[in-house]
């Protein structure tokens, strides 16, 4: 009596986990919306160029070490280089596509931020090119809105242009980055 006492729980915990695994939904596996993701895959050399309003335009380099994470399901890079001469900047992103959303999302951090800044964007595979939308704090921890382009020119060359978007919906360009594949 004992041992049926003992196994019957066992058995029933044995059944529901069985029913509950052949009713869970397939697990995602990388297609083309991941693959648009996997062609930054790689070391990136960059060249920064950086023009806030009313200041001189400055520029500085850095390195870019992107790679496929989670089963092949997310980008992840890392960025460091000097963001203006002279100034160390170290930052830290993820981007997956969300099929519920059908557009790209993604998070980023650096050591200019006081915080997370999250973004959502689209790419369009006829002119090769992602446009993306993020809010994010600034220095002074004010959240602020961005748009950026980046354009893939060929598999070892692409350029980032971020636009700063005022209050009144006007976009300001602020930075692009040239970047060139290391071989």
């Not at 380099?61 to 890392?78: Q, R």
């Not at 090119?129 to 704090?137: A, G, N, R, V």
Request: charged share 20%; proline share 7%; glycine share 10%.
């Amino acid at each position: 009596m004992t041992i049926t006492r003992t196994l019957l729980p066992v058995a029933a915990g044995l059944l529901f986990a069985a029913t509950a695994a052949a009713q869970m939904p397939a697990m995602p596996t990388p297609g083309p919306d991941q693959e648009v993701l996997a062609r930054d895959v790689g070391t990136w050399d960059a060249v920064v160029e950086l023009n806030m309003p009313g200041a001189p335009a400055m520029t500085s380099k850095g390195t870019e070490v992107n790679t496929m994470g989670c089963g092949g399901m997310c980008l992840i890079g890392d960025f460091s280089g000097e963001m203006m001469p002279g100034v160390p900047f170290k930052g830290h992103g993820m981007t997956v596509y969300d099929a519920s959303k059908k557009k790209y999302v993604g998070s980023w951090s650096d050591s200019m931020a006081p915080g997370m800044s999250l973004s959502e964007g689209t790419y369009d595979a006829a002119s090769h090119t992602s446009t993306s939308w993020m809010e994010s704090p600034d220095m002074t921890g004010k959240m602020t809105k961005t748009k950026s382009i980046v354009e893939q020119v060929d598999a070892d060359h692409k350029v980032m242009t971020m636009f700063m978007v005022g209050a009144d919906g006007k976009e300001t360009p602020t930075m692009k980055i040239s970047y060139t594949r290391k071989k």
